[in-house]
């Protein structure tokens, strides 16, 4: 079965630090799709960026890159600089590509993220 | 282009009564997802449908049932409203390439 773990429940810095969000996933599945959310204090989920199985190259967006891993089968987040508004609920979510017949999509636990000025 | 609606935004139910939450995507997705997230917890698949007519549980479908007659509706019911069940439920939808666009949310109470 897949499963995600995000073992970092709660992380607190202080502004302009670096932080990185630890991302685990399990699956038997040979095609599969990961994902990072933020969800702010209003609730709502934002999709930051979606890696396919097949492309390990690291990604830079801004202040915000991770870093793909399969040999660990990790997926981590890392904000450099952080800032104040960055404080959120982040969640890494694994969505299979249908090898074993298996559409679901689940999410880990969340990290929640404490900025301060 | 509205996404993916949920109706109703808030609901307090009593114990033993039951109600639908209404989801509605308006984009042609076939994927579609309901799951609840209980305060300070991440979330937990309820049920999904990989198209019109199929539906299928996720990690914790007890107490729920869904349909899906149309491809732009996934309502999830819940028969018998237990205290157990009061939770923020967000409905999901999934394109092609495995983007997935999620409703506002409903955050429901059951005393």
């Known amino acids: 079965a897949q499963k995600v773990t995000q073992a970092q429940t709660e992380i607190s810095v202080v502004e302009k630090e670096d932080v990185t969000l630890d991302c685990v996933y399990e699956?038997?599945?040979?095609?599969?799709?990961l994902f990072w959310y933020k969800q702010p204090p209003s609730g709502e989920l934002v999709f930051l960026i979606r890696?396919?199985?097949?492309?390990?190259q690291n990604e830079i967006s801004g202040r915000y890159s991770w870093n793909f891993q399969k040999s660990t089968s990790s997926f981590n987040f890392t904000i450099t600089a952080s800032q104040v508004v960055d404080s959120a609920v982040y969640f890494c979510?694994?969505?299979?590509?249908?090898?074993?017949?298996?559409?679901?999509?689940?999410f880990g636990a969340g990290t929640r993220l404490t900025v301060k000025p | 282009n509205a996404g993916v609606t949920q109706t109703p935004k808030f609901r307090i139910l009593k114990i033993g009564q039951s109600m639908t939450l209404q989801c509605t995507q308006d984009?042609?997705?076939?994927?579609m997802y309901w799951y609840r997230q209980d305060p300070g917890m991440g979330l937990k698949l309820i049920y999904y449908?990989?198209?019109?007519?199929?539906?299928d549980k996720g990690e914790v479908p007890n107490g729920y049932n869904v349909s899906r007659s149309t491809t732009e509706d996934f309502p999830l019911r819940l028969e018998l409203a237990a205290p157990s069940q009061t939770s923020v439920y967000f409905c999901?939808?999934?394109?092609?390439?495995?983007?997935?666009?999620f409703g506002q949310g409903t955050r429901l109470t059951v005393v």
């Open positions: 999901a939808s999934r394109s092609r390439d495995y983007e997935a666009f």
């Open positions: 699956t038997r599945d040979t095609t599969y799709y």
């Open positions: 890696r396919n199985s097949f492309d390990e």
């Open positions: 979510a694994l969505d299979l590509g249908g090898d074993y017949n298996n559409n679901d999509m689940r």
């Open positions: 984009m042609n997705h076939n994927y």
């Open positions: 449908s990989v198209g019109a007519g199929i539906t």
